[in-house]
Structures are given as structure tokens and as C-alpha cells.
């Protein structure tokens, strides 16, 4: 194909190419100067006219990050948090979402359309009944209260998506390993749960990275020594001013394992929805 | 998820799986009678869960925006009594509320629409520029996609520090401009100008990545033959284009006026947990007249007003997403 384009089609290439470097600048600027800012001798991040490029590499930042408020009690209760809803979530949201997409019944249209809807529902909007739930139940900053809370919307993602991947895995697999002598449930274990488990892995990771950026509900419903990674990054911003370098150090420490997760997630997810298992 | 979209995952959006149509997902036949009780009890525990955990809080949310629900309430000194439309009256004669209401909309409709535009320009570019570089832009997208909306605002607000941001030092470094020490969250338009930035940073490349994978479906032989019949590139992309992406572009919409209507965090992060007035948006309102003002019930009522005003958005997407997922 390219060998039939002619030459003179390069040059507006190039004019491309020039708008998508600038592009690639500015959508990456603000990555950027959180990590410069990060690695930079904290003196040289108050600087009123601040040098664009790296300045010099120190960890001084990532010290004090870790000084101004304990961070691995944090961290350890949102991986506690995160990893107990997506559990539940994916276990309970499995079996929904076989359901849904599997069997013909009866109310299955209005079940699918509950779980679309009950996804629209904004979070902040149920704060006050939450709360006010915990409240009454005595589950105020308890981890417990915030796993349930973080159900209501981990759950109903977990179904949806879910029911994405098991639509895509031909329903005759199913069918010629019961022809060939395996009961229903066979052929969903022996069958469907191979081909969904790059699914299940992927939305497992989507949800946890959800349920691990939660701030609203984390901030609420816990108090100051209960509070998890999202809310802990607050505590840069005292009334004696910020402290930006380490607050940016503060932010890379909670993105890379994130955006590093996401990176991988976003090409299982992709994998996932168009893997084919019976070959055309 | 738009929940959890508008908060924080609202960063998130769930990869909206828009499985191409496959396997039809038509049951087929009917099932034996073994079958009909099946998917209910594969469902209990779905259904079970979420009438705990969002059926619950979603009756109590409509039961109290028509008490009286204060602090004295809270800690159970005086029953909560009925009010009837009391609460409703009251936030809707209210000229402060009409004041967020309308600058809620027009927040959400300018983040929509820069969002989409820039989505679609950035779609389009990618497909014109190198190899390398598209993969460079790509990562860059996800990788920003990927942040934690906390962190994204935080990066924000360091960005955009009156004395020490690099922004005011980028501008000023123009001839003529002098912006350093520029507060930028003096005044609301303003403000609300950089977390719309913020918000359209974080929302595009989502916007990015599901259009480019919509636009490898349109057909190059439509193209093509619209440019033999002598269409320009703006009609190739008008009539050709745009008709075949439009599913995508709906859904896309939809679900970004969701999440812009419910921006939270980035407002209340941006103003270190107490937006000014000039700041307030629904959500963030509501919050406050409920955790601020300690009138729960008000604040109950403001949260039923915008999941009412969200519906019609709301039924669009469902329609949508019923469609693309074949699930009839």
C-alpha cells in the first residue's frame, strides 16, 4: 500500500506528525512535571521561574513524603479494603453475570436494565444515606463499612463488564461439550471459566484500581488514623501552607503502581473482548 | 460506575465494553424446566448484596429529603419528623441553588464538549500521524487515563500554585505578561476554567481510544467512495464518518455529560474540602449543606434533584448500551 502512495504524500506527514508532537508534549506535560518535581532538590521546586528540565535527582522528597504522615497504615488498609470488595465482587459478580447472559427468563431484561441503572446512580448522592446507615449501624470508620459501601459500585461494573466477555465466548463451545457428555455445569467450569479467566483477571484489576482511588466515602466514613492512600496525600496541605515537592513525591508514589497496572489492564481488557476462541 | 465515575473511579470509566455483535446472546429455545430457577439463585447473591447495600440507602435518601434531619437527628435527641415538600420548596425558591444549578450545566456542557472535540481531533490525528509517534501519544493517553483522579488534581493544583506553578512561569516568559504570583482560584470563572481543564485532561483519553478503535470500523471503501464522487475530507468526514461513529458518539456523550455533572473530587480537592461559594457545584453543594450546614434532609433533597435531572441522560445511555450489547 505505502508503495503505491506517492512521495509527495510526505510532506503533509510531516505537518502531522508536528501537531502530534505537541500534542504528545502537553497531554504528557503534567505526568512530567509531577515526576520532575518529585526528583528535584525541593529548593529548586520553589523557584518562581523553574528550570523545564530535570535539575538534578534526589530522593530528599520521597523521605519526607514518608515522614509528614505514616503511609504504609494507609496503604495496607485500601489494599485491605480494595482486595476484599473486588473478592466479593468478582465471586458474587461471576454468578450474576452467567446468569444474565446465559439463561433466557423471565424479568431478565429488567434485571440487566436494574444493574445499567444502579451503575448511574452518583456516589455522592447516596453519601448522606450511607453515613447516616453506618452511623446508625455502628460501622462508622470501621474498613467494613467503607468494603460494603464500595460494593455499590464495584458490583454492578463487575456484572456489566463481565457479561461483556462471557457474550463474546461462542455459546456452541458450550453446547458441543454438552453434547459430548458434559452436564451444564461442566461445561461452564471446563469450558467458559478457561476462556473468561484473562476477563476475570482483567476486571479484578480494573475494580481494585477503582475501589483503590475512592476518595469521597474514604475521606468520609473514616476518621484522621483510619484514613486510606487517597485521603493520606492530603496531608500536604497544612494551614502553614503546601509542601509541593514532597506532595508531588507523595503523587508518584500512589500513580506508578496504578498507571502501571491500568498500562497492563488496558491491553487484557482489549485482549479479552476480542479473543476468539473458535477459529474463523 | 458513573458513580463511581463521579467520583473518583469516575476517572475510570469501566472500559464499556462495546463488544462487536458476535454472538447474538439470544437465548436460544426454551429451557427445560431445570433452567427456570437457575439464573435466580445465580442471582441471589447479586441481587441480595445490592438491595442491602444501594436499595437501602436509596429509600432512606427519598424518605429523608421529606423530613426534617439535623444535627439533634443525628444523635437521635429528637425524632425526624415529616415535611412533606418542605425541603424541596425550600432548595428550589432557593437563588443560591438556581445559581449552582446553571453553573453546573454549563460546567458539564463545556467539559462535554471540549472533551468530544478534542477527542475526536486527537482520534483523527492519530490516525495521520507516524507509527512511533502514535504509540508515544498512546501511552502518554493511558498512562493519564490511568491516574488516580486525587493525584491528577493534585498535579493540577501544583501546576496552577499562583507563586511557585509553572504555568503563571510559562506565561510570563510571553512578551508583555506578567502572571507570576496570578492567583488563578481568586475569582470562579476562572477556577472553574482550570478544573474544567483538569476534568477534559483526565476525560479525553478515553474519548481518544474508543473513537480510534470505532474509526478502524468505518469502512475505507465508503471513503473511498465518497472521495470518488468528489467529497472533500470534511465531507468524507461528515457524511461518512460521523454516521458510522455516531452509536459511539452518543454513548460517549451521554456518559460524559453523567460524569461532568457529578464532578466532585476535582472541585473539592482543588479547594481544599471547602469549595467557595462561587466554586459550588450540585454535588458538591449538597455535600455541603449536608456535612457543612448539617442539614442532612436539604442536602438529601439536593442529591434526589440531580440523580432526577441525570434520568433522561441516564435513559439515553441505558438505550445505548442496551443496543451495542445486544442484549435483547
Keep these: ?280 | 460506575m458513573s458513580a463511581a465515575d463521579t467520583t473518583t473511579p469516575a476517572k475510570v470509566p469501566p472500559p464499556r465494553p462495546a463488544p462487536p455483535p458476535v454472538v447474538p446472546d439470544r437465548p436460544r429455545g426454551k429451557r427445560t424446566a431445570n433452567g427456570a430457577a437457575a439464573p435466580w439463585l445465580l442471582l441471589a447473591p447479586c441481587l441480595l448484596v445490592l438491595a442491602l447495600v444501594m436499595g437501602y440507602p436509596l429509600v432512606r435518601l427519598v424518605t429523608l429529603s421529606f423530613q426534617k434531619f439535623g444535627q439533634s437527628q443525628l444523635w437521635g435527641f429528637q425524632p425526624a419528623e415529616s415535611v412533606g415538600f418542605d425541603n424541596f420548596s425550600k432548595v428550589l425558591g432557593d437563588g443560591e441553588f438556581r445559581a449552582v444549578v446553571l453553573r453546573t450545566v454549563v460546567f458539564a456542557a463545556g467539559s462535554v464538549i471540549f472533551t468530544m472535540v478534542a477527542g475526536m481531533a486527537l482520534a483523527l490525528l492519530l490516525q495521520r500521524v507516524s507509527g512511533w509517534l502514535r504509540t508515544l501519544i498512546n501511552i502518554v493517553l493511558v498512562a493519564s487515563w490511568g491516574m488516580p483522579v486525587i493525584v491528577a488534581t493534585t498535579v493540577f493544583k501544583w501546576l496552577f500554585d499562583s507563586d511557585y506553578g509553572v504555568f503563571n512561569a510559562l506565561l510570563s516568559k510571553l512578551p508583555g505578561v506578567e502572571m507570576i504570583g496570578h492567583n488563578w482560584f481568586a475569582s470562579g470563572p476562572q477556577g472553574l476554567a482550570v478544573i474544567m481543564l483538569l476534568v477534559v485532561w483526565g476525560a479525553v483519553p478515553f474519548v481518544v481510544i474508543t473513537l480510534s478503535a470505532g474509526l478502524t470500523q468505518v469502512p475505507k471503501e465508503l471513503q473511498e467512495a465518497a472521495r470518488l464522487d468528489g467529497a472533500g475530507s470534511w465531507g468524507v468526514f461528515r457524511y461518512v464518518t460521523l454516521p458510522v461513529l455516531r452509536p459511539v458518539i452518543v454513548m460517549l456523550t451521554t456518559l460524559s455529560v453523567i460524569w461532568d455533572m457529578g464532578v466532585f473530587p476535582q472541585v473539592f480537592v482543588m479547594r481544599g474540602g471547602h469549595p467557595e461559594a462561587e466554586f459550588q457545584v450540585l454535588n458538591t453543594y449538597s455535600y455541603d449543606r449536608a456535612f457543612v450546614v448539617n442539614d442532612y434532609a436539604q442536602g438529601a433533597a439536593i442529591a434526589l434533584i440531580t440523580v432526577l435531572l441525570l434520568l433522561g441522560v441516564v435513559a439515553v445511555y441505558m438505550r445505548q448500551m442496551l443496543k451495542i450489547g445486544e442484549v435483547e
Excluded at chain 1, 424479568?107 to 447516616?132: D, E, N, Y
Excluded at chain 1, 461445561?187 to 484500581?209: E, K, M, Q, W
Excluded at chain 1, 496541605?237 to 508531588?248: C, D, L
Aim: glycine share 8%; hydrophobic share 55%.
Design chain 1, 1 to 280: 500500500m505505502s508503495a503505491l502512495v506517492p512521495s509527495g504524500r510526505r510532506r503533509p506527514r510531516l505537518g502531522w506528525n508536528i501537531l502530534g508532537l505537541l500534542v504528545f508534549v502537553v497531554a504528557g506535560f503534567p505526568l512530567y512535571w509531577m515526576l520532575d518535581t518529585a526528583f528535584k532538590p525541593a529548593k529548586d521546586a520553589i523557584d518562581p521561574d523553574p528550570s523545564l528540565l530535570p535539575t538534578g535527582i534526589t530522593l530528599a522528597n520521597f523521605r519526607r513524603a514518608l515522614d509528614i504522615a505514616d503511609f504504609w497504615g494507609p496503604v495496607g488498609r485500601s489494599l485491605t479494603v480494595s482486595l476484599t470488595v473486588v473478592v466479593i465482587g468478582v465471586v458474587v459478580g461471576t454468578l450474576a453475570a452467567l446468569a444474565i447472559s446465559r439463561f433466557a427468563f423471565r424479568g431478565r431484561k429488567i434485571v440487566i436494565v436494574g444493574i445499567l441503572a444502579v451503575q448511574m446512580v452518583p456516589l455522592v448522592a447516596m453519601i448522606i444515606p450511607v453515613f447516616l446507615l453506618l452511623n446508625d449501624l455502628g460501622q462508622y470508620d470501621r474498613l467494613t463499612g467503607l468494603v460494603i459501601t464500595y460494593l455499590t459500585f464495584i458490583l454492578p461494573f463487575t456484572v456489566w463488564t463481565l457479561r461483556g466477555f462471557i457474550v463474546n465466548i461462542p455459546r456452541e463451545l458450550e453446547e458441543a461439550a454438552m453434547v459430548d457428555g458434559c452436564s451444564r455445569t461442566g461445561a461452564f467450569l471446563r469450558v467458559v471459566f478457561p476462556l473468561l479467566a484473562p476477563g476475570l483477571v482483567a476486571t479484578s484489576v480494573y475494580g481494585f484500581i477503582q475501589a483503590w482511588n475512592e476518595y469521597l466515602y474514604a475521606l468520609m466514613l473514616l476518621s484522621q488514623e483510619h484514613q486510606t492512600a487517597t485521603v493520606w496525600l492530603g496531608n500536604f496541605t497544612t494551614k502553614h501552607g503546601t509542601e509541593y515537592a514532597p506532595m508531588m513525591a507523595g503523587a508518584t508514589m500512589m500513580a506508578v503502581p496504578i498507571v502501571v497496572l491500568f498500562l497492563l489492564v488496558q491491553r487484557k481488557m482489549a485482549a479479552g473482548l476480542t479473543a476468539g476462541a473458535v477459529k474463523g
